[in-house]
């Protein structure tokens, strides 16, 4: 398979396993939202560790094949969300709390923002260098 289809099927599997994490997230979110009747950002960020392993797990295995140190490699993720965790909390607690717009609608457009900038950052960060170097 030429370097361009390749990536255009990495794109479409992490975008897969992205939307399985979104799904995760949503639907515990909704639980810890509804049912435990937690505060927002509680809720958000256990929603958000969830997706977060889940979604690591699989495109490294799968959507990267990579074959780096996982210790590593959940360290630079983890760096990411150690930026962008209080970034997303600051804007939902703003948008929700000040602005008065829905949570849902905020978190909708959180996953969205997550997505994009998680891929760019696990494409030529965190699995840089050691993309398809895991026996498939």
Avoid: C
Avoid at 29 to 40: G, Q, S, W
Avoid at 41 to 61: C, D, K, M, P
Avoid at 106 to 132: C, H, W
């Amino acid at each position: 398979m030429n370097s361009a289809k390749k990536e255009l099927f990495r794109t479409v599997k992490f975008t897969l396993f992205s939307i399985s994490a979104g799904i995760i997230e949503a639907l515990s979110f909704t639980l810890f939202d509804e049912v435990f009747h937690l505060n927002y950002w509680t809720a958000y960020l256990i929603a958000l560790i969830l997706s977060v392993l889940w979604n690591f797990t699989l495109n490294r295995n799968i959507t990267f094949h990579s074959a780096n140190n996982i210790p590593v490699a959940m360290l630079k993720v983890a760096g990411y969300y150690v930026v962008f965790t209080p970034l997303s909390t600051w804007w939902t607690a703003y948008f929700t709390e000040k602005v008065g717009i829905n949570e849902y609608i905020v978190l909708a457009i959180t996953m969205l923002i997550n997505f994009i900038t998680e891929y760019l950052f696990q494409r030529f960060v965190v699995f840089k260098g050691s993309i398809d170097t895991s026996k498939k």
